[in-house]
């Protein structure tokens, strides 16, 4: 759901239930409550990971994913999907944070099938999860946490491009995200599955928060579109709506660019080679050249014998002897 006002936020982060989201595994740890987001997350994974080495079985941990993935927005359904070996008798799907249960709870709340569906996601919903199988009488290891996250649950943010949305291969990219409400905290996201690409805090600029993202040196990876999140710190796993989408576009360098023509700016044509004739044309010519002059020095000779005045010699036409 979507909050106009700073009122209706602080209402909303209310109504979000605190208990379980940044205690359990993480406060035994001694980890604290932090402002940046991916490092809560960091942290708590790390101490859950500490947590499940210190088990006593030696089964290997299952793997855990979300279906169709670990961002849903509100009010969408969201599956988690627990996979074990094929000896696996029951699972057991838990979110951290919350105390583990005895063994006695866990035959409680174990269930054959390997999947636990949520079809209205809340914020209460959201958080880390992992699971574990029991197999021969003894439990597995925990899987490595899956972050769900909830998003919609503010207005979106604004994302734009400080260097442009056409950069060359090798430039630095600066990008802007900025809101209106007081978000602890902006997450970047590359649109090519759940990939946090930076998160940053959140600064006050007269009438918005504001944090930049940069890119340094980007390649052709790169290329592809990107959203911005806002989120508040007390919650890392509710976001607000995405930002509009932005789309980076990567190219070469001109240094290195392909060299086949640019249909937007066509070389000039190639001027036509000048023709020169093979050696038997030219033999023909010098031919047709000496036939042509003889044939002329004749014509030349007659009319100077017809044209030319008498030279005493020759009677002239109409001449007569005295």
Known sequence: MAHTSE????HTEKSVPHKGTLLGPAGQCGCRTMSL???TLLCLG??????TQEQKGSLPPPHITALPGSMVGSKNPVTILCRGPAEAEVYMITKVGIPEPSDREKQLMSKMTNSFSITDMTPDRAGLYHCSYQSGGSWSQFSDPLPLVMTGAYDKPSLSSMTGSVVASGENVKLQCFSTLKFDAFILIKEDGYRTIQNQIS???????????????VSFTQTGTYRCYGVFSRYPHVWSHPSDRLQLQVRAPLAEASDDPDPTNPEPSPEPAAWYPSAENQV????????????????????YSRNMPFNGHRQPPGAQYI
């Open 7 to 10: 009122r209706s936020v602080s």
């Open 46 to 51: 790390l101490c859950l990971r500490q947590s």
């Open 37 to 39: 987001v991916l490092p």
């Open 284 to 303: 023909r010519l010098s031919l047709a050249g000496l036939i042509l002059l003889v044939l002329g020095m004749l014509l030349a000779e007659a009319w």
């Open 203 to 217: 600064t006050h600029q007269g009438y918005k928060h504001e944090a930049f993202f940069f890119l340094y040196q």
